[in-house]
């Protein structure tokens, strides 16, 4: 099955334990992308990567880090992690000439930084 | 920048009738696509329907279906036939080469 993976779904830590929240897709696509959903502000894409070693800033990429360096992972890296950065988290991909498909979701990662 | 905007935070419909959500949208990109994504309680993100920019005609997927006014740069959704299933949060979305940008969303409610 065609799918975007993500994981953990439920995450609850400490500030300043850093953590990976992973994202692997199974259909060889190009792209890649990571959002954070918060109430009132809908989905803000924080990093994106077009392919393998190519990556770059969204709206909201301050404390967070991503790395690219096999086609089917694209994980998301807190490495301090603040309240702030309480929020639901997806990982999206797309195929390079698929935009007209949209975009398939994971199935968000719920973070709770206290 | 590219923008787009919700301005219906809740809407409210009626089971069997029909609702039409609104979304604007900015962009200089001249090749675009337009959607429209459901999130129920359970958060999957679902594509409900989508837009070729370069295409007039309005696209159509069984109750739900877009009024695109590509001059007026506007994406509403119509939700015909109004189901209990169809309560969700409505995102609007533009997506052109390297990006999807999203609108606050619409919360949709649908009482019996």
């Known amino acids: 099955e065609a799918q975007v993976t993500q994981n953990p779904r439920y995450l609850i830590t400490v500030t300043g334990k850093k953590l990976t929240v992973t994202c692997s897709q199974n259909m060889n696509h190009e792209y890649m992308s990571w959002y954070r959903q918060d109430p009132g502000l809908g989905l803000r894409q924080i990093y994106y990567?077009?392919?393998?070693?190519?990556?770059d800033k969204g709206d909201v990429p301050e404390g967070y880090k991503v790395s690219r360096k096999e086609k089917r992972n694209f994980p998301l890296i807190l490495e301090s992690p603040s309240p702030n950065q309480t929020s639901l988290y997806f990982c999206?991909?797309?195929?390079?000439?698929?935009?007209?498909?949209?975009?398939?979701f994971g199935s968000g990662t719920r973070l709770t930084v206290v | 920048a590219q923008t787009v905007t919700q301005s219906q935070p809740e809407m409210s419909v009626q089971e069997a009738e029909t609702v039409t959500l609104s979304c604007t949208y900015d962009?200089?990109?001249?090749?675009?696509?337009l959607f429209w994504y459901k999130q129920p309680p359970s958060r999957q993100m679902i594509l409900v329907i989508r837009?070729?920019?370069?295409?007039?005609q309005n696209a159509t997927e069984n109750r739900f279906s877009v009024n695109f006014q590509k001059a007026a740069k506007s994406f509403s959704l119509k939700i015909s036939d109004s189901q209990l299933g169809d309560a969700a949060m409505y995102f609007c979305?533009?997506?052109?080469?390297?990006?999807?940008?999203f609108g606050k969303g619409t919360k949709l409610s649908v009482k019996p």
């Open positions: 962009t200089s990109e001249s090749d675009y696509y």
């Open positions: 979305a533009l997506g052109s080469q390297g990006n999807l940008i």
């Open positions: 837009q070729e920019a370069y295409k007039q």
């Open positions: 999206a991909s797309r195929g390079t000439g698929g935009l007209i498909y949209g975009y398939t």
């Open positions: 990567s077009m392919n393998v070693e190519v990556t």
